[in-house]
């Protein structure tokens, strides 16, 4: 098992990417990424094994014991994702189009 750049208690994990069954998974405490590592993604429970998935989970002593899908979250993340994406792909008019 991967030991984890965590202290031990609630955490929210972000999977980044899953290939080959590993998945590279995020993970922040308080708002602030503290680290990241590689795991097998058959740890990781089926309904969240994708990319951007959140999870609220539980580490003791350097290992995630607790892992809770947060579908809601995932949602409102990727919603907010595509609307920064969209404000910021419109082009601003130009002099000509004012």
Same mark, same amino acid.
């Given at each position: 098992m991967t030991e984890l750049p965590l202290t031990d208690g609630l955490s929210t !994990? &972000?999977?980044?990417?899953?290939?080959d069954g590993l998945a590279t998974v995020f993970f922040e405490q308080d708002?602030?990424? &503290?680290?990241? !590592?590689v795991l097998d993604a058959d740890d990781i429970p089926e309904n969240g094994r994708h990319a951007d998935a959140i999870f609220s989970v539980t580490v003791e002593d350097g290992a995630v014991v607790e892992w809770e899908y947060r579908e809601e979250v995932?949602?409102?993340?990727?919603? !907010? !994702?595509? =609307?920064?994406?969209?404000?910021? =792909?419109?082009? +601003? +008019? =130009?002099?000509?189009?004012?």
């Open positions: !994990a &972000v999977i980044d990417s899953i290939e708002g602030t990424e &503290v680290g990241d !590592a995932t949602e409102e993340r990727k919603e !907010a !994702a595509q =609307s920064r994406f969209d404000r910021l =792909s419109k082009r +601003p +008019p =130009s002099d000509e189009e004012e």
